[in-house]
């Protein structure tokens, strides 16, 4: 596995049977270093962890003020579940309540991670956002369309990317 996948694409290719019990501790591994990777981040430099904190609360305010946080929420979830969608990886359990919504957003922290607009109607959600890849300065600026299906579920209807 050369690409990084998130715990809940690990979790499916286990399931699936597409990779063996090892390869699927190894993937784990591999997720939580790069968190313990950051946590020591953090408690290096407590200033810009703290600034970034700040920075992603004021992201997650703005997005709140016109939409539910269980709107935005399903609609994180939502991309995680895309397959060819880099930060999946750190979306993956955006569905968890008891994880504050600021935590999913990555303002200034690479790879960056911006939800710039979302807009909601009754069976479709417009999600705009910025994301860098790890170790690239390129910013991708994305717009992705989610259909709700029968099920109530969103799930992808059509996406458009652009690279600055």
């Not at 499916?12 to 019990?21: F, K, V, Y």
């Not at 997720?31 to 962890?49: K, S, V, W, Y």
């Not at 956002?129 to 600026?141: F, H, K, R």
């Not at 579920?153 to 990317?161: I, Y």
Request: proline fraction near 5%.
């Amino acid at each position: 596995m050369s690409t990084p996948v998130s715990p809940r694409q690990l979790f499916q290719l286990l399931d699936s049977g597409r990779i063996n019990l090892d390869q699927f501790r190894a993937g784990m591994a591999e997720c939580a270093q790069e968190l313990i990777a950051e946590m020591e981040e953090d408690r290096l430099n407590p200033a810009e962890a703290l600034l970034e904190q700040v920075l992603s609360r004021r992201a997650a305010s703005k997005l709140t003020k016109n939409n539910t946080e269980t709107l935005i929420r399903e609609a994180l979830q939502a991309l995680s579940e895309l397959e060819d969608f880099p930060p999946a990886r750190w979306l993956w359990n955006a569905a968890h309540p008891h994880i504050p919504l600021h935590a999913f957003f990555r303002i200034r922290r690479k790879p960056i991670f911006r939800v710039t607009h979302l807009e909601a109607l009754p069976q479709w959600v417009t999600v705009s956002l910025e994301y860098s890849l790890s170790g690239s300065a390129e910013i991708i600026q994305e717009s992705i369309r989610l259909r709700r299906d029968r099920r109530g579920r969103l799930g992808l209807e059509r996406r458009s990317l652009r690279r600055i």
